[in-house]
């Protein structure tokens, strides 16, 4: 079975600072996707980044990046410089080809960043 | 790209009536997906469809939930008869390559009375 974990359910961070959201998942399937989604107090899902099983780096994208660590099965997500704007819910979902893609989602990280 | 579009953004309704939740996923994209999001159960996937065709329903809480994906372009969720404790936000989602994620919805807020 596929399962996401992320067991910080809020975490505070100064304007400016860096801030790791945790994620850890299992799956018995070689190939899997991981992703993180940001959800602000609108509503809407925001996709952020992508790392895929077999990618020998980690993936960044601007001011996020995907701290992947294979062997402990964990994609954490690295917010550097942080903004008011980054305030919002984030989701680490995972998706393999034998499920179909369909998206296993963690119960998200409420993130609050301080002026 | 207009990106994914659903109609209504917000519902209310009386318990008992039906509900018609309608999705236009990215031209393109191949596989649609709906999601129920509720403060208890987090995201739950419902149902998805791979090139119009009903992939995977396990998802779909009981036989007052049906969806239909007739074209490509279009796809319905209807909740009939609807119940208070399907209250919730549900998302459609679109995706062409795993890859690239999924692209969602703005979501239809649900609120059945």
């Known amino acids: 079975a596929q399962k996401i974990t992320q067991t910080q359910p809020g975490m505070f961070v100064q304007e400016k600072e860096a801030v790791t959201l945790d994620c850890t998942y299992d799956t018995s399937d070689p190939s899997y996707g991981l992703f993180w989604y940001k959800q602000p107090s609108s509503g809407e899902m925001i996709f952020l980044i992508y790392q895929g099983s077999y990618d020998q780096q980690n993936a960044t994208e601007g001011r996020y990046s995907l701290n992947f660590q294979k062997a402990r099965k964990s994609a954490n997500l690295v917010i550097s410089a942080s903004q008011l704007g980054d305030s919002a819910m984030y989701f680490c979902a995972m998706s393999t080809p034998n499920t179909g893609n369909q998206f296993y989602f963690g119960t998200g990280t409420s993130l609050t960043v301080i002026p | 790209d207009a990106g994914v579009i659903q109609s209504p953004r917000h519902e209310v309704t009386e318990m008992g009536q039906e509900v018609t939740l309608r999705c236009k996923p990215i031209s393109g994209h191949n596989s649609l997906f709906w999601y129920r999001q509720t403060m208890m159960r987090g995201l739950e996937l419902l149902i998805y469809?791979?090139?119009?065709?009903?992939?995977?329903d396990s998802g779909m809480p009981e036989d007052r939930f049906s969806a239909k994906m007739p074209n490509a372009s279009f796809s319905t969720l209807k909740i009939q008869p609807s119940e208070p404790r399907d209250s919730a936000v549900y998302f459609c989602?679109?995706?062409?390559?795993?890859?690239?994620?999924?692209?969602f919805g703005s979501g239809t807020r649900l609120t059945v009375v």
């Open positions: 469809f791979n090139n119009n065709v009903p992939i995977d």
């Open positions: 989602a679109s995706s062409q390559n795993r890859v690239y994620g999924y692209t």
